[in-house]
Structures are given as structure tokens and as C-alpha cells.
């Protein structure tokens, strides 16, 4: 009798301080919802150990704990799946799940109360706790092709194991005879307390040290993407866009795939923040940052490199259709910013490298794609040009199967 005192008496204590490390891991990596509801798992988790101690240590025919601690017990898990669902970014399901703990708590507990706890009521408990942790494990793995980290897949495998484990544990409870007291010679009874005093605090603190190395490595992460992504727009900074461009680009020599690169640059920006005002220059910046975006595809790069200026990676593009892309967000930026009137229209310039062969890289790419966008700078504004072959000069003419020349002059503005 110490003994399992001792034990549930750390089993609070641990639960309490996993609770708590959550809470503050909540309030400190900001405010995710996900740590909210793991914290609110371990303080579940806290009361249903501590309705089995007071059980074991003072009230040992006590009904009313039991029910309190099968209620405890199905809360926190169901707590710990909406937690792994909400960080994945999934649904959370709240009417299923809560749905499902209400008609698991209604007959365990009307056979609790009854006096008639049998084997099937210790089960539904103990399988609904492996049913949440299946729910768990694919929410993981659901949130890792998302983006969200996944740790190597360990957090997936320890919960996928944890349910397996559980399983196995509610088929057992299904052979333990009725009656809800502890006390009991029946050795299937015994083996059953057995693994579950073994194998569910285990497990439930494996998935708590998860579930904090998983916050640290959202944070990290989160880190790292704000440390590439440019304040104002949104988009990749410089920097981030290297990161990403790089293999992208060797990627494409690898497979012998094409490749295009542009610089896009507002013109006249200067005169627009002087006009207008630096407020209404960095709506134009971001006006331009989502009209691209929407144009664009999923696996296309884009990014800001300072300023006005923005560059773009476009894989599998060719100049034909990188042209086509960057005529549509041409066409379309002056009316993504309204506020400048009827009388002012805003437009933007663009220079086109498509990649060369093997030997060419990021800065070859941008340094002629930047002088394709001098070209169109001194030709008018408001174009696209396509940077001739590496090697090549300008004045010996694109070679593509369009010229740039063909498209419409405008005057500078």
C-alpha cells in the first residue's frame, strides 16, 4: 500500500510539473494554442492521479472517485488530440471527439454507479485513450507535410507505440473481472494494473517531453523563417531567397530542367514616396508583394532584395512562359493600389535570365536578369525584357522565339 502511494504521489507531482512547463512554454512562445491545451492535459492527467491516490491511501470503496478519475483520464487525452490536431493545423473536431468522450463517460459511469464496473467498462476508458493517440500520431505526421517539424518522425513513432501499447491494454481490460474495488487475487486483474501502472505514466510523460521539445523546434523554426522573411512584405528576404534559390537552381542543371530568373523593379518609387508619402510607398511594396504572390505559382521563389527591387526564381519556366507570367502581373499591378488615383498609374519593370547550362550560377542569373531590367529602365519602363544567352551581348538580340522589342513602348513616367 506505501508503495503504490508513493508511486501515485509522484505521478501528481509529475503531472503537476509537466502542466505547469506547458503553461509557461504557452505563455512564453507566444501564446500557442496547442501548449494551452497539453498544459490543460496535464492538469487533468494531475487529478485523475490524484482521485487514485486519495482511492488507494483513504477511500478504497469509493464510487465517486473512480468516476472522477475516468473522467479525468478521457479528458486528458482527448485534450492532448485537439492539442496535436491544433498544431497541425487540421480541423479540431471538437463535436466528434467531445461526442465521443460524452457516450464513453455516460455507460462507464452509469456502471460505475451501479456498482457493475465490468471488464468492458474498464476497456472503453482504455481504448478511447488509444483511439485519442492514433487521432495524435496522424496529426503529427499530417503537420510534418505541412511544414510544421515533426522531429525526425520520433514523436511520431513514440505515439504510434503509446497507442499500440494502450490497445493491447484495453483487449486485456476486457478479460478483468467486474467490481471496482483493488483489492482482488485474480491475476488477470493484477497484470492489468500492472501495465497500466507501468506503461500509461510512461507514456503520458513521453508524450509531454514531446510535446515541449516539439514547442522548442516550432520556435526554432519560426526563428529561422522571421531571420529569411523580409518585415514589411512578408516574402523572403535576401537572404532567405539565396537559401532557397540555390538548390533550386542546382536541381534544375542536375535534371536538365529550365529555369528562369527575374528582377522586378517599381518605377519611379522615389517620386511615388515623394508624391505620396513613405505610408503609401510601403502599401505599394506590399500591394505588389501580394499581386506577384497571386500569380505566381506554389513551388515558384520570391523575394525582396531591398527597396523597390524584388526578384523571383520561376523552376521548370522557360523564357516563353516566363514572360507570359510576368506580363500578367505587369498588366495587373496599377489597380492593385487605388489609393494613388485615377490619375496616376504605377507600374513596374522586369528583366528575364533563363538559366544557361550547368555552369551558371545565382549571381550570373540575377547579374543578367538585373541588366535585361536596365534595358527595359532605359527603354521606356513599364516592360519585360529577356536577357539574351550567357555570353551573349545585348546587342546582338534575345534569342527566343519572341522579341522583346515587339512589345509596346510607353513613355517614361
Keep these: 500500500m506505501e508503495s503504490a502511494v508513493i508511486v ?18 504557452w505563455r512564453t512562445f507566444g501564446r500557442e494554442a496547442h501548449a494551452a491545451l497539453w498544459s490543460l492535459a496535464y492538469g487533468l492527467s494531475a487529478a485523475n492521479w490524484s482521485a487514485n491516490l486519495l482511492k488507494v491511501w483513504l477511500l478504497p470503496a469509493d464510487s465517486g472517485l473512480t468516476l472522477i478519475s475516468a473522467v479525468c483520464s478521457i479528458g486528458s487525452f482527448a485534450l492532448i488530440a485537439l492539442g496535436f490536431r491544433r498544431r497541425a493545423g487540421l480541423a479540431l473536431r471538437w463535436d466528434a471527439i467531445l461526442a465521443a468522450a460524452g457516450v464513453t463517460i455516460f455507460f462507464v459511469g452509469a456502471a460505475i454507479l451501479r456498482s457493475s464496473e465490468a471488464g468492458f467498462t474498464r476497456a472503453l476508458v482504455v481504448l478511447f485513450c488509444a483511439a485519442m493517440l492514433v487521432i495524435s500520431a496522424l496529426s503529427l505526421r499530417a503537420g510534418g507535410r505541412n511544414g510544421r517539424l515533426a522531429t525526425g518522425g520520433a514523436a511520431f513513432w513514440m505515439l504510434t507505440l503509446f497507442a499500440i501499447y494502450t490497445t493491447a491494454l484495453g ?8 467490481g471496482s474495488g483493488y483489492p482482488t487475487e485474480d491475476p488477470v486483474f493484477h497484470l492489468y494494473r500492472l501495465m497500466l501502472l507501468m506503461g500509461v505514466p510512461t507514456g503520458l510523460f513521453g508524450v509531454g517531453l514531446f510535446a515541449m521539445f516539439l514547442l522548442a523546434a516550432d520556435l526554432a523554426e519560426g526563428m529561422r523563417r522571421l531571420a529569411g522573411s523580409d518585415p514589411l512584405t512578408g ?9 532557397a534559390a540555390i538548390p533550386l537552381i542546382a536541381q534544375a542543371q542536375r535534371k536538365g530542367r529550365p529555369l528562369a530568373v ?4 517599381i518605377d519611379r518609387f522615389k517620386a511615388v514616396n515623394d508624391r505620396f508619402g513613405h505610408h503609401l510607398g510601403d502599401v505599394a511594396l506590399q500591394r505588389f508583394s501580394a499581386h506577384v504572390s497571386s500569380v505566381i505559382r506554389g513551388c515558384d521563389l520570391f523575394g525582396r532584395l531591398g527597396g523597390e527591387e524584388f526578384v523571383l526564381v520561376l523552376p521548370d519556366t522557360g523564357d516563353r512562359a516566363a514572360f507570359d507570367a510576368m506580363e500578367r502581373v505587369r498588366a ?23 538559366l544557361a547550362g550547368r555552369h551558371d550560377t545565382l549571381a550570373d542569373m540575377m547579374q543578367r536578369a538585373d541588366t535585361a531590367l536596365y534595358r527595359s529602365k532605359m527603354e521606356g519602363r513599364d516592360r519585360i525584357t529577356l536577357a539574351p544567352p550567357r555570353f551573349q551581348p545585348f546587342e546582338a538580340g534575345p534569342q527566343a522565339e519572341f522579341d522583346y522589342r515587339a512589345m509596346p513602348r510607353r513613355a517614361a513616367r
Excluded at 8 to 25: D, E, H, N, Q
Excluded at 338 to 353: K, L, Q, V
Design 171 to 178: 483487449v486485456l481490460a476486457f478479460c478483468t473481472p467486474a
Design 235 to 243: 516574402i523572403l528576404n535576401r537572404r532567405g531567397f539565396e537559401q
Design 262 to 265: 527575374v528582377i522586378a523593379d
Design 8 to 25: 501515485l504521489f509522484g505521478l501528481v507531482a509529475t503531472s503537476l510539473l509537466l502542466s505547469i512547463a506547458l503553461a509557461v512554454a
Design 332 to 354: 495587373g499591378f496599377a489597380a492593385t493600389v487605388p489609393e494613388f488615383g485615377p490619375d496616376y498609374r504605377i507600374t513596374a519593370s522586369f528583366g528575364i535570365a533563363v
